[in-house]
């Protein structure tokens, strides 16, 4: 044991020790974020691998600082998938920006509690200015407060939960369950909404028949004529539509939808309008994006993660709402002793707007990448990575033996290797062979260490994606995976 460095018998480690490893641990940070690239950014680690270089129980005795720090350098890093590396092209790629690092750094050392104003309230003030700021940002109008959960899943939980206790049921206090006087509640959402949607409906007890699936034109963006028929069709049967989740930036094409013919769906039938922009909204700061939330001025709830796309490390997903006392009324409960004297007009406890009570101080990450970035700075992060996405579709378009599956309108690319050696077969065998190949392909990149890319299907086909998104990514990175992808085709074909 290394007396120097190991924890005092009572109490915290010593202000002189938290200098000083503190200045170590950044110092391992700069170095681990300068250069990323040296590890494999998909783990090629087997399941339970890691694990098995851990002792089975936690040490008896204090050890020493270097030696946990060691172990984070020796066997924690090298068995992640890099998030940070710049060639992390899968799902949605995210960045833990310097800023919101710091960010997140300064929010564990107050360590405030922000389930009541009384408990935090730099913090619960600085969440509504840091977000008011974020809304001017986007675009929206000043009807929309917002408030931070960890993910747009919670967010959207939440919108559908304020959805719901708009109509008046008294789901809040005679619940869903035993009772014959409710019809089947309906949300709708596109084919190609993300499945956090329907798993709301399973947290909220609705059950997942209660999701509506409305088809998507050939652009995967929804049909809402067909909207408006299956909201026509569920009243005639009975059933109570109430809530409309439209997706501005979907999961495996970043389609929008037409919000604003949804919209006047929704205000023909008088329903909830939630946005899950959740990875596209972030792209609304650039002015000339800003159409991409056109019609979102008429959203009920809008939910925008700004972990996926505007460089805070995660978790950080902003829900606003038109209607947070309605949010408000689906959640308050004030146990006597969580009672203030505080005015509940003046100021807003963060326990009255969801179901957790504790709330970790989110909103500093966020601030300090506003701040340090700037509005032109977020900008012109945003518009590099649609530049990049847009340089790597040409060079697919340019390419016989590949195509582009949908279009780009943020920084995904969906595409899929078609050589026409593969052409002379029934369109049956043709298709299964093409869907193994580009499946080929993308494991055969990902265990390259040098580039991740994710997939998804399209049409019933097997889809390549690569998403530009992380903040160090240039096109240096860009081009080594078209190079990488080109080496995999003439390697497997
Ligand atoms: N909505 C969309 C459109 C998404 O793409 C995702 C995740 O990629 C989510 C919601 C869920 O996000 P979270 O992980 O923050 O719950």
Redesign the pocket.
Known sequence: MDSDNSAPPLGDMSAADFRRHGHAIIDWIGEYLENTERYPVLAPVRPNEFRQQLPESAPAQSESMSAIIADVDRLIAPALTHWNHPAFFA??SISASAPGIFGELLASAFNVNQMLWRTAPAATELEEVTLNWLRQLLGLPAEFAGIIY???????MHAIAAARENLNLQIRELGMSGRDDLPLLRVYASEQ??S?IEKALLALGLGTRALCKIPTDAEFRMDANALARAIEADKQNGALPFCVVA?V???STTSIDPVKEIADVCEAHKLWLHV?A???GSAAIVPEMRHVLAGCERADSI?T?P??WLFAPI?L?VLYCRRMDVLRRAFSLVPEYLRTNDDSEEVRNGMDYGIQLGRRFRSLKLWMVLRYFGHEGLASRIREHCRLARLFAAWVEAAPDWELTAPIPFSLVCFRACPKNVLNENEEQRAARLDALNEAIMHGINATGEAFLSHTKLNGAFVLRLAVGNIRTTEKHVSHAWQLLNEQLSHLT
């Open positions: 799902y949605f960890d993910t747009a899943s919670v967010s959207t909404a993300h956090s997706t930036g979907t999961t899950d959740a990875y596209g939910v993660n972990h996926k978790d997903s």
